[in-house]
T-cell receptor
Framework: EAGVAQSPRYKIIEKRQSVAFWCNPISGHATLYWYQQILGQGPKLLIQFQNNGVVDDSQLPKDRFSAERLKGVDSTLKIQPAKLEDSAVYLC????????????FGSGTRLTVV | QQQVKQSPQSLIVQKGGISIINCAYENTAFDYFPWYQQFPGKGPALLIAIRPDVSEKKEGRFTISFNKSAKQFSLHIMDSQPGDSATYFCAASYAGGTSYGKLTFGQGTILTVHP
């Protein structure tokens, strides 16, 4: 089966600019996650979708980050305006209906804010 | 209480040796403990996982040891190979409730296996 697709792979922006990341999960996976992985740290959950509804966005900095999952398939994560500390790899993952152990991660988008 | 603490930060072993990575957790509500392997430029990939009702799980060269009373678990890689060189993350999650499926990761261990 095809994996989790993410684009772009790399993005360099200046602080205060906006940026968007795209994720296409594995077909049929109802649950979609966005994680932020700062260099040298483990991934941290930003937001969790179940179909097109938000299950958990408690760690999403809502003043600058937003995410949507239209039609319960693809998802976009947006940052506006970006700060230097947003430099990280943004990982998308999907699973069958929040199935334990069924996570598949994409390769991520590496964001550098200068 | 949500933290998962992982050690060491980095580990160097010789080919054929045993690599051991340790993790400790605080939240006793966690009931699923996976280990992920991450290569540069790739997302984490599930390596092996354990539930707290067993003390050990083995898959090939990889073994998880789990100590529920100490709230600790560890990954042992037997006969370590250069291809095992990667970053390893422990994680913890819940098998139920509203946080079902949400992973809390450790800080990661960079493993280097010398030929």
């Amino acid at each position: 089966e095809a994996g989790v697709a993410q684009s772009p792979r790399y993005k360099i922006i200046e602080k205060r600019q906006s940026v968007a990341f795209w994720c296409n999960p594995i077909s049929g996976h109802a649950t979609l996650y966005w994680y932020q992985q700062i260099l040298g740290q483990g991934p941290k959950l930003l937001i969790q979708f179940q179909n097109n509804g938000v299950v958990d966005d408690s760690q999403l900095p809502k003043d600058r980050f937003s995410a949507e999952r239209l039609k319960g398939v693809d998802s976009t994560l947006k940052i506006q305006p970006a700060k230097l500390e947003d430099s990280a790899v943004y990982l998308c993952a999907s699973s069958l209906d929040r199935q334990i152990g069924g996570y598949t991660f994409g390769s991520g988008t590496r964001l550098t804010v200068v | 209480q949500q933290q998962v603490k992982q050690s060491p930060q980095s580990l160097i072993v010789q080919k054929g040796g045993i690599s051991i990575i340790n993790c400790a957790y605080e939240n006793t509500a966690f009931d699923y403990f996976p280990w992920y392997q991450q290569f540069p430029g790739k997302g984490p990939a599930l390596l092996i996982a354990i539930r707290p009702d067993v003390s050990e799980k083995k898959e090939g060269r990889f073994t998880i040891s789990f100590n529920k009373s100490a709230k600790q678990f560890s990954l042992h890689i037997m006969d370590s190979q250069p291809g095992d060189s990667a970053t390893y993350f422990c994680a913890a999650s819940y098998a139920g409730g509203t946080s079902y499926g949400k992973l809390t990761f450790g800080q990661g261990t960079i493993l280097t296996v010398h030929p």
